[in-house]
């Protein structure tokens, strides 16, 4: 436990239960924020991680005084308070997902394959490795460019498509199919570009190893109602079927069925949100024009409910709502009616500014500056690597 002259100091884990001293540093840090709303969840927050650890000591003591704190400098009508705070919830996904998958477990391994409980068989010898996994920043949707804490294990998964040429998925072609589906992992093995690729005839095979990172997603932000990620090499898995944006050639049954077991044995395995499933056109963004959709596959018509998940396209794009992105006119028409996430976001930023009695324009450009900060932050740490 540290004491009282250590709180001006950053925390090193938020599972620390605070000390009378850090207890005033979470004061003198509330004190700090001027939004009341936020200012009572950034408290709401640390009791919560209070309450995970236990009552003790200097405990008893400082979060009734947190709490006097914060009440004594929230507005004078609760109503209002409470009214603001509803007005920044973010919406969920419409036909929500259970938690979690039933429990899915490796049945065999070999050098070659994987077999699971769900069907599940994944075919290891295009295995490859890459960097390992680094332990990746999580922001708070509260507003500070500083991470609230790290994360280690994947918390998502992306899904692409492979832009390769894509014949007729006919049984005359299936020559031509076999060729350019192994031509294909050999180019995503050298590149290590996704964790795993599901060919034409539904048959999934790992390439970049689990605990590595896979270069799939670049530039790429997404949140899941709590917390914020940036840039999803490190936090996301990548999963990519042969396919083409636009082709007329869709994904195959099979295509569809291997990606719905894959996608519950990594979520039964990381604990992955249904929310956290989402498509790369979602989370890709161009840092250079601070517009959405830098990449495009999956804009629309990603199978979600075949995949046995909500339809994420209905989540309002957080790279709008929290850091003041828009979206690119080409970027629009590739979506068509399938993805209501940009208008909504839209609306979200207008919401959160007039919580905050701030000109819309205003405020996006402070969400931007907040990005850039954190960007900033991001590339020092690469470079310091």
């Not at 003198?28 to 969840?41: E, F, N, S, T």
């Amino acid at each position: 436990m540290r004491n009282a002259t250590n709180f001006p100091g950053r925390w090193s884990r938020l599972a620390d239960f605070p000390s009378f001293g850090e207890a005033v540093r979470i004061e003198w840090r509330a004190g700090r924020i001027a939004d009341p709303v936020k200012r009572l969840r950034y408290l709401r927050r640390r009791m919560l991680q209070t309450k995970r650890r236990g009552f003790h000591g200097w405990g008893l003591i400082a979060v009734p005084l947190m709490i006097a704190v914060a009440a004594a400098r929230l507005p004078s009508g609760s109503a209002e308070t409470m009214e603001r705070e509803r007005g920044l919830a973010v919406p969920r996904a419409a036909g929500a997902a259970p938690s979690m998958p039933p429990q899915v477990w490796l049945i065999e391994k070999t050098e070659a394959e994987e077999v699971y409980s769900n069907g599940l068989r994944v075919d290891r010898t295009f295995l490859t490795a890459n960097r390992p996994r680094a332990r990746f920043p999580v922001y708070s949707l509260a507003g500070s460019p500083v991470p609230w804490r790290y994360g280690g294990a994947p918390v998502g998964i992306v899904y692409h498509t492979t832009e390769s040429l894509v014949p007729p998925f006919e049984e005359d072609q299936n020559r031509r199919l076999q060729r350019l589906g192994r031509n294909l992992l050999e180019v995503v093995r050298s590149e290590r570009a996704y964790h795993f690729v599901i060919d034409r005839f539904g048959r999934v095979y790992a390439v970049v190893a689990e605990t590595d990172a896979a270069n799939h997603a670049g530039n790429s932000i997404w949140a899941d109602g709590e917390e914020i990620y940036v840039n999803l090499n490190d936090s996301f898995l990548g999963v990519a079927l042969e396919a083409q944006t636009g082709a007329a050639e869709a994904v195959t049954p099979a295509q569809i069925q291997a990606a719905k077991v894959l996608t519950e044995a990594l979520r039964f395995r990381y604990r992955i949100p249904a929310e956290n499933c989402v498509t790369h056109a979602q989370v890709s963004v161009n840092p250079l024009n601070m517009k959405v959709g830098a990449h495009t596959d999956w804009a629309g018509d990603f199978p979600f409910a075949k995949l046995g998940l909500p339809d994420n396209y209905s989540i309002p794009l957080p790279s709008i709502y929290a850091f003041g992105f828009e979206a690119d006119p080409a970027y629009e028409r590739a979506l068509g009616m399938n993805f209501g996430g940009v208008a909504l976001a839209r609306a979200q930023i207008e919401r959160q500014a007039a919580a905050q009695n701030t000109p819309a324009a205003q405020y996006r450009a402070m969400l931007r500056h907040r990005y850039r900060d954190i960007e900033a932050e991001l590339k020092q740490n690469e470079g310091g690597n």
